[in-house]
């Protein structure tokens, strides 16, 4: 009777509270709003100016990673923030979380982190849920089957005030990724490859749906990655059916509801999954078999790539040519001819435990080429205390790279953490625009295998020749 | 909803100034390092801040809106694809505040679009030749009149644009969307009750 129904369009019509009308968007009901400082100051100004109060604290979640130092000193030993605004805006956070009852993981907290890091370390990331932040990498969470997405901050305002949004609906499209993935290549890899395929702009107006083997064969971690990166296809939101690896995951954190209501949560997170027969209204095949470590060599997440292959020659494209400017690189050379030197493993798509594990791997009992200024930042203080209870950091140190406290740190750039005017940073984050990572900064970005392999070399290198 | 809050738009008329780069990202619009700011007001001069200055800050003169012919103008025609990246709002703020009232092209990025509409920043996505032109002709002078949802290039046939019609609404009656989800506390106290959590 009723129509197959997408996954999307199954968390979309629960949480209408008012459904679209020719005139009028839906009113969507937000489950969990995260929160950090750069995005809401004028947000929570606004409160103020219409004498509103938060809504709903208990749906709303605050932490500090932008911004935020990532020195020891200054995180813990009451030393100065460099930057005097940053110091600023971490303060206001602190004022403003006062005022309106907001729960606040502030900077010394041993939960705080990449919000997109902590959402799901906390168990407050779960199948079936809206989620928004005032960032776009809130993709990252639908890795759980959650509608998540970024919005702006004058929405951040609408959430704070009603816990609701308005929206259009957006459309449907399957990314399918068939076949398994081969050794030495990871979901990073993955998803690269697929925005390369899809176009920086091909998602846009689209939420995704992740299907396939090769998906249901990944950890969380690595779902998060795919997920977290689905903004860079244009993409608001990506999403993964939740399943037993999912659950596995959930059942450890201490935010998932426990005992009989954690069954009746899994109850209503296993009708989740896309109905057999449901459509989308786009789809793109992947064999993920076929791929191999890939890096970017131009100036959006779409120009990649294999880290074995050349630079491609597409003289005359316009954005490629000042591409190719930017990044001092010349058409139909190796990839791997270009310099290294900077490497960055951190940030909300690889800056979890598992890339810590896998970039550790790759340097053990290596040392990071001299000129190479190696830093390694873990997306939260709770994967920072794992990662040092199995001696990461100890690997990391002895290889010569640094090791820092969580935080968004040279993904952005924001907090004083920046790679000089024109150098090469081979970086694990998610953006390689112009002077993302710091004026003048030429960001590859990969996999933290890769990532780690080219710090050891001083250029560009496939990881799997140091894993053989 | 009847706070009007940001400057009703009706028609906007001005010569254009053409951005032709694709995929121009809000980290062009404005890097991360001015986004420590609290407040809203006096982006305007962190806009395009790569672009348009020089490592010691001096106006890069070549940059478009360093030359004469960008003074006053008011609609920005980009390459395809304004808008990837970053959600930060930072960016129609630093438009606004510097005098935009319109951005063209054939492509906008979802968060961008949504956050320009609600700051009276009209985002205009028109076909492919209407789009040729303009970056082929920069400083045409083009009127925008919101309620028919048409550009006018004199000498050219009037092209329409796709509107959200409550977008519409809001941007001509210069009221913004927290006043209508506020209207709806009825309908959120009702689903709240029902909600399971
Ligand atoms: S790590 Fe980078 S992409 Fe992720 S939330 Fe922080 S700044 Fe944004």
Redesign the interface.
């Known amino acids: 009777m009723s129509a197959p129904k997408t996954m999307f369009e199954k968390v979309w019509t629960a949480h209408e509270v008012v459904p679209e009308t020719a005139d009028t968007p839906a009113v969507i009901f937000i489950d969990l709003h995260l929160t950090h400082e750069v995005t809401t100051p004028q947000a929570f100004s606004l409160l103020r100016e219409r004498r509103l109060r938060l809504r709903r604290p208990d749906l709303t979640l605050a932490t500090m990673d932008h911004a935020t130092p990532t020195r020891t000193e200054q995180v813990f030993g009451g030393a100065p923030i460099t930057i005097d605004s940053a110091a600023k805006q971490i303060r206001q956070l602190e004022v403003n979380c006062a005022e309106f009852g907001v729960e606040l993981l502030g900077l010394q907290d041993a939960r705080r982190g990449i919000v997109h890091i902590i959402g799901p370390e906390l168990g407050v990331t779960q199948p079936g849920k809206t989620i928004v932040c005032g960032d776009s990498h809130t993709s990252t969470h639908g890795a759980f089957g959650a509608l998540a997405f970024g919005i702006g901050t004058t929405e951040v305002g609408h959430v704070l005030a009603t816990q609701c949004l308005l929206q259009k609906k957006p459309k449907t499209f399957a990314i399918e990724v068939d076949g398994s993935l081969a050794a030495g290549v990871t979901p990073k890899d993955l998803i690269l490859a697929i925005i390369g395929k899809v176009g920086v702009s091909g998602g846009t107006g689209h939420v995704f749906e992740y299907r396939g083997a090769a998906i249901r064969a990944m950890s969380m971690d690595e779902r998060m990655t795919v997920c977290n990166m689905s903004i860079e296809a244009g993409a608001r939101a990506g999403m993964i059916a939740p399943d037993e690896t999912t659950y596995a995951y959930l059942a450890d954190t201490p935010r998932t509801p426990k005992g009989a209501a954690w069954e009746a949560a899994l109850a209503r997170w296993r009708s989740l999954p896309s109905d057999p027969g449901a459509t989308f209204d786009k789809a793109v095949h992947i064999d993920a078999a076929t791929l191999e470590p890939m890096v970017t060599y131009g100036t959006n997440p779409g120009m990649v790539v294999a880290v074995s292959g050349h630079v491609p020659d597409r003289k005359g494209d316009s954005v490629f040519d000042a591409a190719m400017k930017y990044m001092g690189l010349n058409p139909g050379e190796p990839i791997g001819n270009a310099p290294v030197n900077v490497v960055f493993v951190g940030s909300c798509t690889n800056g979890r435990l598992s890339d810590l594990r896998a970039a550790a791997r790759v340097l053990r009992g290596h040392k990071v080429a001299s000129g190479v200024h190696m830093l390694v930042v873990p997306g939260s203080q709770e994967v920072k205390r794992l990662a040092e209870a199995e001696g990461l950091h100890e690997v990391f140190r002895a290889a010569g790279a640094e090791w820092r406290e969580s935080g968004c740190s040279m993904c952005l750039g924001m907090n004083g953490d920046t790679v000089g005017k024109g150098q090469y940073s081979v970086s694990t984050s998610n953006r390689n625009f112009e002077g993302r990572q710091g004026v003048g900064a030429r960001t590859l970005l990969a996999s933290p295998e890769t990532a780690a392999a080219s710090a050891i070399r001083g250029r560009v290198t496939d990881p799997r020749e140091l894993l053989s | 909803m009847t706070t009007a809050v940001i400057e009703p738009i009706v028609t906007i008329r001005s010569r254009t100034v053409v951005m ?4 121009i ?1 809000t ?2 619009l404005i ?3 001015f ?6 007001e006096g982006l305007g001069k962190a806009l395009f801040a ?1 672009w348009r200055y020089d ?1 010691d800050g001096k106006p890069q003169p070549d940059f478009i809106l360093n030359r004469p012919e960008a003074v006053g103008c008011r609609v920005l025609v980009a ?3 304004i808008g ?6 930072h960016a ?1 703020w630093a438009l606004v505040d510097y005098g935009f009232q319109a951005v063209i092209s054939t ?1 906008i ?3 961008f679009r ?2 320009s509409l ?2 009276g920043l009209l985002p205009v996505v028109v076909d492919e030749t209407t789009h040729g032109w303009l970056l082929a002709n920069p400083g045409a002078k083009v009127e925008i009149d919101l309620a028919s949802a048409t550009l006018r290039i004199p000498g050219r046939a009037a092209v329409s644009f796709p509107i ?3 977008a519409r ?1 809001c941007l001509m009656n210069g009221v ?3 006043g ?3 209207s ?2 009825a ?2 106290k009702a ?2 009750a029902k ?3």
């Open positions: 032709p780069s694709t995929n990202d980290d062009q890097p991360a390092r986004l420590t700011t609290t407040t809203k790569d490592a390459g395809r694809n990837c990246g970053s959600s930060r709002e129609p492509e990025a979802d968060i949504n956050n609600k700051n959200d019609p409550f609404y913004d969307e927290l209508f989800l506020l709806k506390d309908a959120i689903y709240e909600r399971v959590s």
